[in-house]
């Protein structure tokens, strides 16, 4: 059984930065793709970002140039940096673990989900 459990949502003011952790248990993590994805009030789930198994990452649009992910295999953690921080990232924040390594945006091919954190950035 995997287990994901995030960590360091917080307020931030707007331009500001906050770093979200994301441990993992499960005994082939340097295998899994690991994605980033944020739920909004009243809107659905949206995909941020991954990291495959060699540390390559893909980012959302939205993110891509703010925010990066990076991943410490010897301490199955995942981080979520992010910077230049606008209202309109605030959100629950989940990671999420695609054990099979299908790197997709899409929420339904990861297999392990933590309860989320909640970022909220004020103007």
């Known amino acids: 059984q995997v287990q994901v459990v995030e960590s360091g949502g917080g307020l931030v003011q707007a331009g500001g930065s906050l770093r979200l952790s994301c441990a993992v248990s499960?005994?082939?993590?340097?295998?899994?793709?690991m994605g980033w994805f944020r739920q909004a009030p009243g809107m659905e789930r949206e995909w941020v970002g991954t990291?495959?198994?060699?540390?390559?990452?893909g980012y959302a649009d939205s993110v891509k140039g703010r925010f990066s992910i990076s991943r410490d295999n010897a301490k199955n953690m995942v981080y979520l940096q992010m910077n230049s921080l606008k209202p309109e990232d605030t959100a629950v924040y989940y990671c999420?673990?695609?054990?099979?390594?299908?790197?997709?945006?899409?929420?339904?091919?990861?297999?392990?989900w933590g309860q989320g954190t909640q970022v909220t950035v004020s103007s």
């Open positions: 999420a673990a695609d054990t099979l390594g299908r790197n997709s945006r899409l929420s339904s091919t990861y297999d392990y």
């Open positions: 499960g005994p082939t993590f340097v295998e899994y793709f």
């Open positions: 990291i495959n198994r060699g540390g390559g990452t």
